[in-house]
């Protein structure tokens, strides 16, 4: 129970997926259970010729490498996980039925312009595309997250490959952020003081370990837009393009959650088309 509320526990979403076997021709598998709502809008899209009716998070990534082990060789059953910082980090695993993202999660590929869109018209419908590229330019929004959370992603990078305890940051864009200079910068001191602590932490567990020279050897995977737009946490680059969005008063005020589920919905990209070439192959 959390909070008076009953939890769904690993052994029934391992199992929850005899009870749709009449509606699903193809059971697809991922990591949590936030984001089965995103995969079923993206899903529906990318195979509009396969019939079902649910897809079954299993709880974190550990839980989808053993169900994917056990069932190798079910081309009834497809398992989907986030690259996460798994590439980088070189801790890949290969099974024929498990289906790596090439970006760090499925929010990561949200943010095109159809979708962005789609989302402003919720608003203000009347606006057409030629009116919305004068009041903001999306290139320069998603060039402004990359400066600005390529140093904390780094940040979690190392906090990630060398097992120190300590959480991710939780962003609060106009707050850390100063627009008013070109690039954006850090404003206040929440940022850099976190960054202190993943320092402290460091040090901690190694003395030799300096921040700086760890963050430098992973700033080659940030070496460009592209590079940047798929090594950082897609939920932060979401927190960041709307928030932009509602400080100009082009969106109503809503949670990254909504946002996310919302651009979902209007998914609208060739940049899955892999995972549809590589799924229909495994399963014919």
């Given at each position: 129970?959390?909070?008076?509320f009953?939890?769904l526990?690993?052994?029934?979403?391992s199992?929850?997926?005899?009870?749709y076997a009449?509606f699903?021709?193809?059971?697809?598998?991922?990591?949590d259970?936030e984001?089965?709502?995103f995969?079923?809008?993206?899903?529906?899209k990318?195979?509009?010729d396969?019939k079902?009716?649910?897809?079954?998070?299993l709880n974190g990534?550990?839980?989808v490498f053993?169900?994917?082990l056990?069932?190798?060789?079910n081309?009834?059953k497809i398992?989907?996980?986030?690259l996460?910082f798994?590439q980088?980090?070189?801790?890949?695993?290969?099974f024929d039925?498990?289906f790596y993202?090439?970006k760090?999660?499925?929010?990561?590929y949200?943010?095109?312009?159809?979708?962005?869109?789609?989302?402003?018209?919720i608003k203000?419908?009347?606006?057409?595309d030629?009116?919305?590229?004068?009041?903001f330019d999306l290139?320069?929004?998603?060039?402004?997250?990359s400066?600005?959370?390529?140093?904390?992603?780094c940040?979690?990078?190392i906090?990630k490959?060398?097992?120190?305890v300590?959480?991710?940051y939780?962003?609060?864009?106009?707050r850390d952020?100063?627009?008013?200079?070109?690039?954006?910068y850090?404003?206040?001191?929440f940022?850099?003081?976190?960054?202190?602590?993943v320092?402290?932490?460091?040090?901690?567990?190694?003395r030799?370990?300096?921040?700086?020279?760890?963050?430098?050897?992973?700033?080659?995977?940030f070496?460009s837009?592209?590079?940047?737009?798929?090594?950082?946490?897609?939920?932060?680059?979401l927190?960041?393009i709307?928030?932009?969005?509602?400080?100009?008063g082009?969106?109503?005020?809503?949670?990254?959650?909504?946002?996310?589920?919302?651009?979902?919905?209007?998914f609208y990209?060739?940049?899955?088309?892999?995972?549809k070439?590589?799924?229909?192959?495994y399963?014919?």
């Amino acid at each position: 129970m959390d909070i008076g509320f009953p939890e769904l526990t690993d052994s029934f979403l391992s199992g929850q997926d005899i009870l749709y076997a009449q509606f699903n021709d193809i059971e697809f598998y991922v990591e949590d259970k936030e984001q089965q709502h995103f995969y079923f809008n993206i899903l529906k899209k990318l195979f509009p010729d396969l019939k079902f009716e649910k897809i079954f998070p299993l709880n974190g990534k550990k839980n989808v490498f053993d169900a994917a082990l056990v069932n190798i060789g079910n081309k009834k059953k497809i398992y989907i996980v986030d690259l996460d910082f798994d590439q980088i980090l070189n801790t890949v695993r290969n099974f024929d039925n498990l289906f790596y993202l090439r970006k760090y999660s499925i929010e990561n590929y949200l943010f095109s312009r159809y979708a962005i869109y789609e989302i402003i018209r919720i608003k203000n419908p009347k606006l057409k595309d030629r009116d919305i590229d004068t009041l903001f330019d999306l290139n320069q929004i998603l060039t402004d997250a990359s400066i600005c959370l390529k140093e904390l992603t780094c940040c979690f990078i190392i906090i990630k490959k060398k097992q120190l305890v300590h959480h991710y940051y939780g962003l609060n864009v106009n707050r850390d952020f100063d627009f008013t200079t070109s690039p954006p910068y850090y404003r206040m001191n929440f940022i850099t003081d976190y960054i202190n602590e993943v320092e402290l932490l460091l040090i901690a567990k190694d003395r030799r370990l300096k921040l700086e020279s760890q963050k430098k050897k992973l700033l080659e995977h940030f070496n460009s837009l592209s590079n940047c737009l798929s090594h950082i946490p897609g939920k932060h680059i979401l927190t960041f393009i709307k928030d932009r969005l509602q400080i100009m008063g082009l969106i109503n005020q809503m949670n990254v959650e909504s946002f996310s589920y919302q651009l979902s919905k209007d998914f609208y990209s060739n940049e899955l088309d892999y995972l549809k070439t590589n799924v229909e192959k495994y399963i014919r």
